[in-house]
């Protein structure tokens, strides 16, 4: 059955950056893009790219340009998503999804990352 | 950037009645890149349909979705108690593929 496993809960200070993994399995992990989207605490989902693992396309939201990136590592089926220079309002559930059609058909368990002096 | 709105914020139901979750879009989106989820507290998001009227794998028939252009609805006929939850609509037919505020059906 389709997985995705993500990282550990992160505590990060201000202008420090991130990196979360999510490891795939049950499926072919180049066969489909990965997207990441995140969700400040009560707040709705916000899409901030995807990756394509088949070569390493992406295509990142105006809003995150400059201070995401995102990597995969076919080897182990794994992709990550790094922000930088992160502020308090980085504060989310960040969560993988892998690609159906350009919608997200399976969900990792969500990555809590707490931005905090 | 295209903007989705959802309509009501809130429906307040019992189980066994009708929900009509509506979203507008700020622009037109071909019906192929839209998409609906349901979430629940401390859970991820569960695609529901794509496609604007494709059920996703294993979502029983009483979800349905619908619409066009910059229409579109999700119905669910009957609730089930395990139905209230948190809906998402989402384009992503033209990046930044963006998702609606949400619509929270509670119980009445």
């Known amino acids: 059955q389709v997985q995705l496993v993500q990282s550990g809960t992160e505590v990060k200070k201000p202008g420090a950056s991130v990196k979360v993994s999510c490891t795939a399995s049950?499926?072919?992990?180049?066969?489909?893009?990965i997207h990441w989207v995140r969700q400040a605490p009560g707040q709705g989902l916000q899409w901030m790219g995807w990756i394509n693992p088949n070569g390493g396309g992406t295509n990142y939201a105006q809003e995150f340009q400059g201070r995401v990136t995102m990597t995969r590592d076919t080897s182990i089926s794994t992709a990550y998503m790094e922000l930088s220079r992160l502020r308090s309002d980085d504060t989310a559930v960040y969560y993988c999804?892998?690609?159906?059609?350009?919608?997200?058909?399976?969900w990792g368990q969500g990555t809590l990352v707490t931005v905090s002096s | 950037e295209i903007v989705l709105t959802q309509s009501p914020g809130t429906l307040s139901l019992s189980p066994g009645e009708r929900a009509t979750l509506s979203c507008r879009a700020s622009?037109?989106?071909?019906?192929?890149?839209f998409g609906w989820y349901q979430q629940k507290p401390g859970q991820s998001p569960r695609l529901l349909i794509y496609g604007a009227s494709s059920r996703a794998t294993g979502i029983p028939d009483r979800f349905s979705g619908s619409g066009s252009g910059t229409d579109f609805t999700l119905t669910i006929s009957r609730l089930e108690p395990e139905d209230f939850a948190v809906y998402y609509c989402?384009?992503?037919?033209?990046?930044?593929?963006?998702f609606g505020p949400g619509t929270k059906v509670d119980i009445k």
């Open positions: 622009q037109s989106v071909s019906s192929s890149h």
């Open positions: 049950g499926y072919t992990f180049t066969d489909y893009y």
């Open positions: 989402q384009q992503y037919g033209r990046s930044p593929f963006t």
């Open positions: 999804a892998k690609d159906h059609l350009g919608s997200g058909d399976y």
